[in-house]
């Protein structure tokens, strides 16, 4: 059945292994049948930094909430025209992906900067103005699948599952759990191609040839099995219930049953030799 793939990607070099990938995906998916909408931010020069002046028609021309001049705009249809188009596409489609170089741990600015004007209360968190009664697993984006593909400048081994870094599915909790899965979203885990400062020409193509077997997967692969907030392991939900993983605690605990991933082990089967 044909679907609508979001790339939001945060790049500027076309040459670059992040944009060669996006390419890659958007050939792949295209070529099944799917519709491709692209989000090129620098492209777009997309404003990065969410401040008053996403806000042209104030709730509270005192003092400035960023969640209740959100929720405000959102409601009234007083957005940016930049933020609600994104949000259009965003509703269009029945799977996003995140591609980014891993910058200091996380998403170059830019791309959080969509995130935080794009996931705006009432749609993104406080659905349905509800505040956190639907969330993690339930929300405006729910039924909508999300995937990361980041490339890593340093070795697989720094990520694998005592390396120094710390696996990588594991420094990505705050994008994959905190939130696409707190949005609604079903997230897969994320594909990463590491040591790309380094890498040679025969394991980029490795790499793709692993990266397009993902991407034609993208509505068959089994998500990360975060905990939804009211499918019954939050009492009350803010706190795992007693029963619930019994002497986990921090990351672990909210994911119900981890994948190699988690530990950082598919990495380094998935790493081109
Ligand atoms: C500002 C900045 C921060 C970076 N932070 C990290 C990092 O935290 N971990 C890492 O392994 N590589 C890091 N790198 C290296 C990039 O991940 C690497 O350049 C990228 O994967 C190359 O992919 P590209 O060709 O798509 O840009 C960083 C690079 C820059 C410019």
Same mark, same amino acid.
């Given at each position: 059945?044909?679907?609508?793939?979001?790339?939001?990607?945060?790049?500027?070099?076309?040459?670059?292994?992040?944009?060669?990938?996006?390419?890659?995906?958007?050939?792949?998916?295209?070529?099944?049948?799917?519709?491709?909408?692209?989000?090129?931010?620098?492209?777009?020069?997309?404003?990065?930094?969410?401040?008053?002046?996403?806000?042209?028609?104030?709730?509270?021309?005192?003092?400035?909430?960023?969640?209740?001049?959100?929720?405000?705009?959102?409601?009234?249809?007083?957005?940016?025209?930049?933020?609600?188009?994104?949000?259009?596409?965003?509703?269009?489609?029945?799977?996003?992906?995140?591609?980014?170089?891993?910058?200091?741990?996380?998403?170059?600015?830019?791309?959080?900067?969509?995130?935080?004007?794009v996931?705006?209360?009432?749609?993104?968190?406080?659905?349905?103005?509800?505040?956190?009664?639907?969330?993690?697993?339930?929300?405006?984006?729910?039924?909508?699948?999300?995937?990361l593909?980041?490339?890593?400048?340093?070795?697989?081994?720094?990520?694998?599952?005592?390396?120094?870094?710390?696996?990588?599915?594991?420094?990505?909790?705050?994008?994959?759990?905190?939130?696409?899965?707190?949005?609604?979203?079903?997230?897969?885990?994320?594909?990463?191609?590491?040591?790309t400062?380094?890498?040679t020409?025969?394991?980029?193509?490795?790499?793709?040839?692993?990266?397009?077997?993902?991407?034609?997967?993208?509505?068959?692969?089994?998500?990360?099995?975060?905990?939804?907030?009211?499918?019954?392991?939050? $009492?009350?939900g #803010?706190?795992? /219930?007693? @029963?619930?993983? &019994?002497?986990? =605690?921090?990351l672990? +605990?909210? $994911?119900?049953? #981890?994948?190699? /991933?988690? @530990?950082?082990e &598919?990495?380094? =089967?998935?790493?081109? +030799?």
């Amino acid at each position: 059945m044909k679907k609508t793939v979001l790339i939001v990607f945060a790049q500027p070099e076309p040459a670059s292994l992040t944009r060669q990938f996006v390419d890659l995906a958007r050939d792949t998916l295209q070529g099944q049948g799917h519709e491709v909408l692209l989000s090129d931010l620098y492209a777009m020069q997309w404003k990065a930094v969410f401040d008053e002046q996403d806000f042209p028609h104030r709730a509270d021309p005192r003092r400035l909430s960023f969640v209740a001049e959100s929720g405000h705009a959102w409601r009234q249809g007083h957005q940016p025209p930049d933020i609600a188009l994104e949000q259009r596409k965003l509703l269009s489609a029945d799977a996003v992906i995140l591609a980014f170089p891993l910058w200091w741990f996380s998403m170059p600015a830019i791309l959080k900067g969509w995130v935080e004007r794009v996931f705006a209360y009432g749609l993104a968190y406080g659905y349905q103005d509800a505040g956190n009664r639907y969330r993690y697993g339930e929300g405006g984006l729910q039924g909508k699948r999300a995937l990361l593909s980041v490339m890593v400048g340093g070795p697989g081994t720094d990520y694998s599952a005592r390396g120094i870094n710390g696996p990588l599915e594991q420094l990505l909790f705050p994008i994959t759990h905190g939130t696409l899965f707190f949005a609604g979203m079903e997230v897969l885990p994320t594909h990463a191609v590491y040591g790309t400062g380094h890498i040679t020409a025969q394991a980029v193509d490795a790499a793709k040839a692993v990266w397009r077997r993902r991407v034609e997967r993208l509505f068959d692969d089994v998500p990360i099995a975060f905990r939804p907030q009211n499918g019954g392991d939050y $009492v009350d939900g #803010h706190v795992l /219930a007693d @029963h619930v993983a &019994p002497g986990q =605690r921090g990351l672990d +605990a909210h $994911v119900a049953q #981890h994948g190699p /991933a988690w @530990h950082g082990e &598919p990495m380094r =089967r998935e790493l081109p +030799a």
